[in-house]
């Protein structure tokens, strides 16, 4: 307590303050402005920031760290130790340290290459520059040489480069815009505003400079969305919190300018906070791998065991008769126990070759492979943004074929950015200069809260609250009403090129429960009305007699637009007697001034004004989504993926875009929302849910949300409908971080789990890794996270497999990605093609590779019996180490680089190929078993056929062929012609490389083994190949071809049988698709493109708004607009014209005149305004009788 009360009154002393026990856990923050001195010896972190796992220093032990928890590569290090001491190796220790060191180089390489980028990533972002000011004056200054208590300045369109305390900004009042699309995804604007005190400090960089106040605040976190603290400052204590904050990663909009105080920085920043970890990630088959590698190394001791006990008992009962006969030693062992000991390690090094180090190197070349040819895939190819894909890691490939149940993405990178219109008769009906159309784009271009900025000359940009805001007055922008400007008491508006100013009386600001918009405005002849966009269901109950026939035709037509899962809004207004609307407006400014239920009697006043309005007509409004969104999320659906949203949005937002793509439909049972306050709230709503969905289902089954039971479902393609799931699940961040509580989460999971849909809203990014951590801890699931901004960072390092869009919100999530492209719609091939054909390969190529090396390895187990358990090999040296190097490794690369068992069209056609990988089918315990028999079987039959059938054969001059160089020969050919000809019936797909592989290794084969029988090789080395002839001799005998052709029928037969009889009694969904494929091949069917997945829907949604409360109260009063002469009181209900001086806006210059001098057009003339890009799809709805197109 002592040293608690001393760390807090040194500092007011200037004394020495003890450092820290922990830097990561402080209990609260002091920093001064302007005082570096001061907060260094707190110890904060700076703003350097690492996202890379090693330096020069670290890298070496880190990464053989790494390596070395893959159990094979202990287990070969184990073996070269054993190499090393004679009295047990029989072969050369440079056969394993050679591969090991090849191995362990090589994934270190590809390590490091990774690490690199991420390295240049970090330098990159550390290397922006900033304004700091220091000693008095402005410096340009690295991100990475910021620290805590700096003050700097930030410039419109810039990013924020720590957690900043906002001192004063360029706009009134201290406000400025930020758009946090890196935090939550979201691209609309977030207002934040300064203290009073500390915005009248301006941009005087001498008062800045004098600045001292201290910020007494909260430790770093991760809360995105709260803040508390508070500033001393000249006496006096002011509160902050969330408002007053820019977060790092931030864009400024809108705002010239703008000083902030550094409050945290570096890796103590909120968004930093909320990154995950690197992790080193592994796939499911690297860790089954481990476990095999210790069965095979059982099953390894438990042969050298059975040998070494046969060697003591030879060596006592028949070794000292036959070393007198025969071999006698130079130094004679005379404990039979002790040279069964040395036989013991000494078969352990011989049958080493079960798991051969080469296996690990072809692991890792099929897995590059695999890695380019996603690399190289023109159809994941974005043209437009010359985007690619790429393959950011190559160990994960195959985890790509065997996702179960959880893809994790946000909405954002959804939307398509490109803007449509659909209802060409709105253009005839403007050249006919139709009343009622005009009425209804004027309506648009007043009624909202939009602010206009001119980026550059002739460049109008808005920045609105919600995207639908945007799109709604840039439609009446591209149809001739430009809204140009906006002050409090004013809005601007240019009508097919006239500049028409409507005074602004007041803003009936929208909210969650109105569920409308409304303004007030006086047009130039003085005549004042209200214009109203809002739900249909609220605004038709609002409406006078008189729009009944509108009324009609209108729902008619928003009957066809929600059964295209469009968003509508209906349009009307009033105009108003100047005596009620005076009365009316004085009621309005008492209700403002009062403290105690003045929501409800503003909501009283709305509703008197929002009746009797005419119906002028509808909009419907689509979030479009990319191309092939809605089949991508189908044809997943189908492949039983399970899709869980995570995303930053507001419910409302995801709950529509939801609708967009399919994932929520109207003929669900239902669709829970989980939005309770309080963990009891949340407690009960879930079990509600759970118990809702079971007891509607007579026999529930939590487990098959993981899809471990075997399908024997028929074949279905995308052009079916996707697997029925009665209900959805929809919870949002508040309740989301009470249910990850231990006491809740699994409740959570196991509701999730019976739903078809799960769409979590407004949560932050740690909560988005939670989820996925979640999944992965509780389920067991091969998780994979999909994103593009800084906001997905966490998730994507936490999901087993990371995917980033390289999208509108920058390239961090890519940066942190496993795999990258340029469109969702791209994670459909991902998944299905090159995931799936990734795991098939990797599958058939390790089962034919431990099959294979059980033949070749077990000869010599079988052998022992016959040679005394001498640990003698079969073969020669050289064909032990060219065996896995050069006979059999390329046909086996060939097979895991190239295979496919049906194309990729087919692949995409029938998801439900995907399932195998997703119950680990392909490889597993049991495949690897019956792998290991059929090796077996093989290893028996090639020693004892040669064995029995040279046992007493003769040559044709009557010799003896039964020596032991002649066996080996014989023997050595039919392994070598035995897995020849089995990887050829393992393969599916024959390419000219296939052949050339089998075919040329056979040649290679009996080249070297000729040459190394040869007189010439024997010259030259005559020590190491003293068998002169012995190929030459053994093969010219025909007795020596046929017992090489009965052992490889006999080896081959029963496969050949066993996989007749299985294709033909229990064909696979594989089975039947290749053969489809090859009936289709025959007949050249005509191929059949896929069809939009459409919703069918009868929902009304009226989000066209920010779904929370406006800026209507902002604008009106003032606060975010720039004047040159003094502000009016108030902007509400003012009579007066403000006069044309008043106010200046930010953007002064006209822009219709910059754009007719842009285009060459004269001043006089109509200008033609641009269409403008936008998120929406855009449907409207006017006029009686006007036809309607989609």
Known sequence: MAEKWLWRLLPWRGGWIPRRKDAGHEEERHVKANNREYNDRFLYADNHIKTSKYNIFTFLPINLFEQFQRVANAYFLFLLILQLIPQVSSLSWFTTIVPLALVLTITAVKDATDDYFRHKSDQQVNSRQS???????????????????????????????????????????????????????????????????TSELGADIHKLAEFDGEVVCEPPNNKLDRFTGTLLWKDGKFPLDNGKLLLRGCVLRNTEWCFGMVIFAGLETKLMQNCGRTTF????????????????????????????????????????????????????LSDAFFSGFLT??????????????????????????????????????????????????????EELGQKTPCVDFSFNPLRDRRFRFHDHSLLEAMKLDETAVREFFRLLALCHTVMPEEKMEGELVYQAQSPDEGALVTA???????????????ITVYELGKAVTYQLLAILDFNNVRKRMSVIVRNPQGRARLYCKGADTILFDRLEPASEELLCTTSEHLNEFAGEGLRTLALAYRDLDEDFFQGWMQRLREACSLVEKREDLLASLYEEMEREMTLLGATAI????????????????????????????????????AYSCNMLRDDMNEVFVISGHSVLEVQQQLKSAKEQI????????????????????????????????????????????????????????????????????????????????????????????????ANDVSMIKTAHIGVGISGQEGMQAVLASDYSFAQFRHLQRLLLVHG??????????????????????????????????????????????????????????????????????????????????????????????????????????????????????????????????????????????????????????????????????LAVYFSILFAMHSNGIFGIF?????????????????????????????????????????????????????????????????????????????????????????????????????????????????????????????????????????????????????????????????????????
């Open 836 to 1001: 799936r054909w990734s795991y098939f390969r990797m599958c058939n190529f390790l089962c034919y590779f431990f099959y294979k090396n059980f033949a070749f390895t077990l000869v010599h187990f079988w052998f022992g019996f016959f040679c005394g358990f001498s640990a003698q090999t079969v073969y020669d040296q050289w064909f032990i180490t060219l065996f896995n190097i050069v006979y059999t490794s390329l046909p086996v690369l060939a097979m895991g680089l190239f295979d496919q068992d049906v194309n990729e069209k087919n692949s995409i056609r029938f998801p439900k190929l995907y399932e195998p990988g997703q119950l680990n089918l392909l490889f597993n315990k049991r495949q690897f078993f019956l792998c290991s028999l059929q090796g077996a079987y093989t290893s028996f039959t090639l020693f004892f056929i040669p064995y029995g059938a040279l046992y007493h054969g003769v040559r044709d001059d009557g010799a003896n062929v039964t020596d032991q160089q002649s066996f080996a020969v014989t023997i050595a050919t039919s392994l070598v012609i035995v897995a020849s000809v089995q990887i050829g019936l393992d393969t599916n797909y024959w390419t000219a490389i296939n052949h050339f592989y089998i075919w040329g290794s």
């Open 131 to 197: 304004q700091v000011l220091l000693s008095g004056r402005l410096q340009s200054e690295q991100w990475m040489n910021v620290r805590v208590g700096d003050i700097i300045k930030l410039e419109n369109n810039q990013f924020v480069a720590a957690d900043l305390l906002l001192l004063s900004s360029s706009e009134p009042y201290g406000l400025s815009y930020v758009e946090t699309a890196e935090l939550d995804g979201e691209t609309n604007l977030k207002v934040r505003q300064a203290l009073t005190v």
């Open 622 to 657: 689509e979030d479009k989504l990319e191309q092939g969104v809605a089949e991508t999320i189908a044809c997943l659906t189908l492949a039983s993926i399970k899709i869980w949203v995570l995303t930053g949005d507001k419910m409302e937002t995801a709950i529509n875009i």
């Open 344 to 397: 013991f390690w000494s078969y352990i090094i011989i049958l080493n070759t079960v798991v051969p180090i080469s296996l690990y190197v072809s692991v890792e070349v099929i897995r590059l492979g695999h890695s380019y040819f996603i690399n190289w895939d023109r159809r994941m190819y974005q043209a437009q943004r010359d985007t690619p894909a790429e393959a950011r890691t190559t160990t994960l490939n």
């Open 1022 to 1190: 005559p020590s190491q190949f003293p068998f002169i002839g012995t190929a030459r001799s053994s093969l010219s005998q025909p007795v020596v071809w046929l017992v090489i052709l009965l052992t490889t029928v006999v080896c081959v037969a029963p496969v050949l049988v066993v996989r007749f009889l299985r294709a033909d009694l229990y064909p696979t969904q594989t089975d039947k698709v290749r053969r489809w494929q090859l009936a289709s091949r025959r007949q050249h069917p005509h191929e059949q493109g896929l069809r939009r997945v459409r919703r069918t829907s009868s929902r009304r949604s009226a989000y066209a708004f920010a779904h929370q409360e406006g800026y209507g109260e902002l604008i009106t009063s003032g606060r975010n607009m720039r004047f040159t002469g003094p502000a009016p009181e108030s902007g509400l209900g003012s009579t007066s014209d403000p006069g044309p001086h008043t106010w200046k806006m930010h953007s002064s210059s006209s822009w219709i005149e910059n754009l007719l001098k842009k285009r060459g057009l004269t001043t006089g003339s109509s200008p033609k305004c641009r269409p403008d890009n936008s998120t929406e799809r855009w449907h409207t709805e006017g006029i009686p009788g006007d036809q309607h197109t989609d």
């Open 281 to 332: 990630k592994r796939t499911s088959i690297d860790r089954l791998m481990n476990t095999l590698v210790l069965w095979i190394f059982g099953f390894l001791m438990c042969m050298g065991i059975i040998l070494a006990i046969g060697n003591s008992v030879w060596e006592k009962s028949v070794g000292g008769n036959f070393r007198k006969l025969y071999l006698p030693w130079d130094e004679v």
């Open 694 to 789: 079971l007891g509607s289902n007579r026999e529930p089954s939590v487990s098959d949300c993981a899809d471990t039971e075997k399908s024997d479902a028929k074949l279905d393609s995308v052009f079916e409908e996707a697997i029925s799931v009665e209900y959805a699940l929809v919870i949002n961040g508040h309740s989301l971080a009470h249910a990850l509580e231990a006491d809740l989460e699994g409740l959570l999971l196991d509701t999730a789990c019976l739903c078809r849909t799960v769409i979590c809203c407004r949560v932050t990014p740690l909560q988005k890794a939670q989820v996925v951590e979640l999944v992965k801890r509780r389920r067991r699931a091969v998780t994979l996270a999909i994103g593009d901004g």
């Open 476 to 490: 009446a922008r591209n149809f001739g009403f430009v809204f140009r400007a906006r002050t409090p008491e004013t």
